[in-house]
């Protein structure tokens, strides 16, 4: 014998992943001192910004004002 009453489903809809690179970002795993992860987080408290954003914005500093010479 059938029952009438329906069963409530969960449907799961996938959240769309990006591939890797496909929003123009790297990943990268990185050891740091913990002086510097302290400064970091200070960092990101007192500007508001996440310590990602800065690192980020850190390192494309460093990167346009570094010259490597012989």
């Known amino acids: 014998m059938q029952s009438n009453v329906q069963k409530d489903t969960f449907i799961k809809i996938p959240k769309r992943q990006h591939l890797r690179g496909e929003d123009g970002y790297k990943i990268f795993s990185v050891r ?4 510097t ?4 987080e200070e960092l990101s408290q007192k500007s508001n910004r996440s310590r990602n954003e800065l690192i980020c914005m850190i390192l494309e ?3 346009n004002h570094t010259d490597v010479t012989d």
């Open 61 to 63: 500093y460093a990167v």
């Open 32 to 35: 740091i001192k913990n002086e």
């Open 37 to 40: 992860a302290l400064a970091l």
